[in-house]
C-alpha cells in the first residue's frame, strides 16, 4: 500500500507524563545549544489527556527539574496536601493508623492533589509552544524496521475500514512516520511495547510484569463534607485478605473528591468482580458519610504496572527506547509514578540528543542510548523504586497483611538508609494466579442501589465514550473456541467479571453459547490483554481518537 510518510528527528509515541516530559526536554536542549532539532508526539486519544486518568497526588520532584517556574507558568497544581490519613476497614468500621507509625515514603506532605489529564494538557501546552508537534487522535499500530533490523518509526491506524476491515468511502490509509529515533511512553501494557518486547527479547532477564487495575470517581460533596488538601488511603474490607488492594479518597478544588479503588491482578477467584468490589466498597459506612448528597460526575479505570525494577525489561532497543509506565515506573506503597515517568522520558531525551549530536552512533545499534538505563540507576528514579522493590513481591506472597507489615518494615529501614541484601522476584505472571472456579468460592454481590453503587453501563455513560461502532475489532482472539472450551468450562468465563466496562458477555443463542464482544464499551484499560487466563485476547488500538474522553481525570 502506497503510503504518505513524514520524517523528524525524534518520534515519540504517547503524550502522557513521560513523553511530554521528553518532547520538552529535548526541545530545551535544542534551544540551550542552539540547534535544529524537529519532534513529533503521537497520542490515540482524541485530545491531550482524553486517555489520562489517575488518583493523582502528584510528587513535582520532576516538574521542578524540567519547568521550575511551573507555578508562575500556570501548572494545574492549585490543591497541596494538608494532611494524610491511612485507614483499616471492616464490614462496618474503620480504624486510622497513626500518621507517625507510617515510613516516611508515605508521608505526601509538599505534594499536590490534581488532575493528571489536565496537568498533560497543560504540559502539551508547554511543549507546544516551544515547537513540539503534536498530533492527537493518531494509533501507533505497527513498528517500522530497516535492513539492519532497527527501529525507523512506525505507521499509523488506518482510518475509515468497516467491521469487516474493509475500506469505507472515508478510508484513509495510515501514515509512516519516521525517525532516527523512537521513544515508547504509551502507558501501561502498550501494544507496541509487547510487541518490542518480542522482537527484542526485551524480557529475557526480568521477573514477568505484574499489574493492578485502578478505578476512579470524581463526585462533588456538600462543603460541609469537604476537608481540601486531605489524603486517604485504606486497606482491608470489602477485599478478603489473599486478594490485594485499597482505596484512596482525595479532597481537592472546590468540593471536588477522587474516589479510587485498586485491585492487584493477581488474584486467584475468578468469581472475583473487581467494577462490583469497587461499588461495594463506597457503601462502607465512612464511604457513605462522606459521599452523601454527593454527585458523581466521572468514572474511569485503568491498569497500573506494579512490578517495579525487577519487572523492567530492557529499556533500550536498537533505535530507541522504552520510558515511563511502558517500562514500568509506579512506586507501588506510595501509588505514585508520574513523576517517575516524567524523569525517565527526561534522561532518555537527553540520551537521544547526545545520540542525534554523535555522528559514530547513527549507523550503529545504539550504544549512547544506553546513557540512558545508567543515568536512571543513577537517579532519584533508582532509589524511589529501589526501596520498596520487595513491598510488591511481599503482599503476592503473603498476603496484604502480612505482606504489609513486612514492606513497612524494609521501607523503615529504607528511612534509615539500610538496605536488604536481596531483591525479591515475582514467581508468575498475573494471568497464571487464577484458578479454576469449581475450586474458589462464589461471591455475591449487592444490587447497586443508585445512589453509591452503579452498574456498569450507568458508569461508562460518564466516560464520554466515542468508538464507531463501523470499525474492525480492536480486541482480538487469537482461538475464537477458547472462550468457551477453556474461559468458560474451567473458569466460569471471567472476562465478565475482570472487564470494568461490560465489554465481554456470554450470550445463548439456539442453545449454543458465545462470546460476545462489546468492543464499544471499552475504555482501554487493558486488563483483558493482562488477566485472560490462556492470553487470548489480545489488545490493539482501536481508530485514532476512540474510547474515552476522560475531563478532569
Not at 339 to 359: C, I, R, T, Y
Request: aromatic share 8%; hydrophobic share 40%.
Amino acid at each position: 500500500m502506497q503510503r504518505d510518510v513524514m520524517n523528524y528527528d525524534v518520534l515519540i509515541v504517547g503524550a502522557g507524563p513521560s513523553g511530554l516530559a521528553a518532547a520538552i526536554r529535548l526541545k530545551q536542549l535544542a534551544n540551550e545549544t542552539g540547534k535544529e532539532l524537529s519532534v513529533c508526539v503521537l497520542e490515540k486519544g482524541a485530545e491531550v489527556g482524553a486517555h489520562i486518568l489517575s488518583g493523582a497526588v502528584i510528587d513535582p520532584i520532576a516538574l521542578n527539574e524540567l519547568i521550575p517556574d511551573w507555578e508562575e507558568q500556570g501548572a494545574p497544581l492549585n490543591t497541596p496536601v494538608q494532611d494524610d490519613e491511612f485507614l483499616i476497614l471492616s464490614e462496618t468500621k474503620s480504624w486510622s493508623i497513626p500518621h507517625r507509625l507510617m515510613p516516611p515514603l508515605m508521608n505526601n506532605q509538599g505534594n499536590y492533589i490534581a488532575s493528571l489529564g489536565d496537568v498533560c494538557r497543560w504540559l502539551g501546552e508547554q511543549a507546544e509552544a516551544l515547537g513540539v508537534e503534536i498530533y492527537a487522535g493518531f494509533s501507533a499500530q505497527e513498528m517500522l524496521y530497516d535492513e539492519q533490523d532497527k527501529v525507523v518509526g512506525i505507521i499509523t491506524g488506518d482510518m475509515g475500514r468497516d467491521a469487516t476491515g474493509q475500506p469505507t468511502a472515508q478510508f484513509t490509509a495510515g501514515i509512516e512516520i519516521r525517525a532516527p529515533y523512537t521513544l515508547i511512553a504509551e502507558g501501561t501494557r502498550g501494544s507496541l511495547t509487547r510487541e518490542l518486547e518480542s522482537h527484542f527479547d526485551l524480557r529475557k532477564n526480568s521477573s514477568p510484569q505484574k499489574y493492578g487495575l485502578g478505578f476512579k470517581e470524581v463526585w462533588r460533596i456538600p462543603a460541609e463534607q469537604h476537608s481540601k488538601g486531605l489524603v486517604q488511603h485504606s486497606l482491608g474490607w470489602p477485599l478478603n485478605k489473599d486478594t490485594g488492594g485499597g482505596s484512596f479518597i482525595y479532597h481537592y478544588g472546590e468540593q471536588l473528591v477522587s474516589v479510587g479503588f485498586v485491585v492487584h491482578l493477581d488474584y486467584a477467584n475468578p468469581h472475583l468482580s473487581l467494577y462490583d468490589e469497587f461499588q461495594r466498597f463506597k457503601t462502607h459506612p465512612k464511604m457513605q458519610a462522606l459521599l452523601k448528597g454527593g454527585k458523581r460526575l466521572s468514572y474511569g479505570a485503568r491498569a497500573i504496572s506494579e512490578g517495579g525494577l525487577q519487572s523492567w525489561p530492557e529499556l533500550v532497543f536498537p533505535g530507541g527506547a522504552l520510558i515511563g509506565c511502558s517500562a514500568g515506573m509506579v512506586n507501588v506503597p506510595r501509588i505514585k509514578g508520574s513523576h517517575n515517568a516524567m524523569k525517565s522520558g527526561m534522561l532518555a531525551a537527553e540520551a537521544v540528543f547526545e545520540a542525534l549530536n554523535n555522528p559514530v552512533d547513527n549507523h550503529s545499534a545504539t550504544p549512547l542510548l544506553l546513557n540512558y538505563t545508567k543515568a536512571l540507576q543513577d537517579s532519584w528514579v533508582w532509589q524511589d523504586l529501589n526501596a520498596v522493590r520487595n513491598v510488591k513481591p511481599l503482599l503476592s506472597k503473603f498476603g496484604s497483611w502480612v505482606g504489609m507489615l513486612l514492606g513497612g518494615f524494609e521501607m523503615w529501614l529504607a528511612a534509615f538508609k539500610l538496605h536488604l541484601p536481596w531483591t525479591l522476584q515475582h514467581d508468575k505472571a498475573d494471568h497464571n494466579c487464577t484458578k479454576p472456579a469449581a475450586d474458589m468460592p462464589k461471591i455475591n454481590y449487592p444490587k447497586p442501589d443508585g445512589i453509591y453503587s452503579f452498574d456498569k453501563l450507568n458508569s461508562i455513560s460518564l466516560s464520554n465514550i466515542a468508538h464507531d461502532a463501523n470499525q474492525p475489532c480492536h480486541l482480538h482472539l487469537l482461538d475464537n473456541t477458547v472462550p468457551i472450551s477453556i474461559n468458560l468450562a474451567i473458569y466460569d468465563a471471567p472476562e465478565q467479571r475482570y472487564c470494568p466496562a461490560g465489554v465481554y458477555e456470554i450470550v445463548v443463542k439456539n442453545e449454543a453459547k458465545h462470546l460476545q464482544i462489546n468492543a464499544q464499551n471499552c475504555i482501554h484499560c487493558k486488563t483483558c490483554d493482562i488477566k485472560d487466563p490462556t492470553q487470548n485476547i489480545v489488545w490493539v488500538p482501536p481508530e485514532g481518537g476512540s474510547g474515552p474522553v476522560y475531563s478532569g481525570m
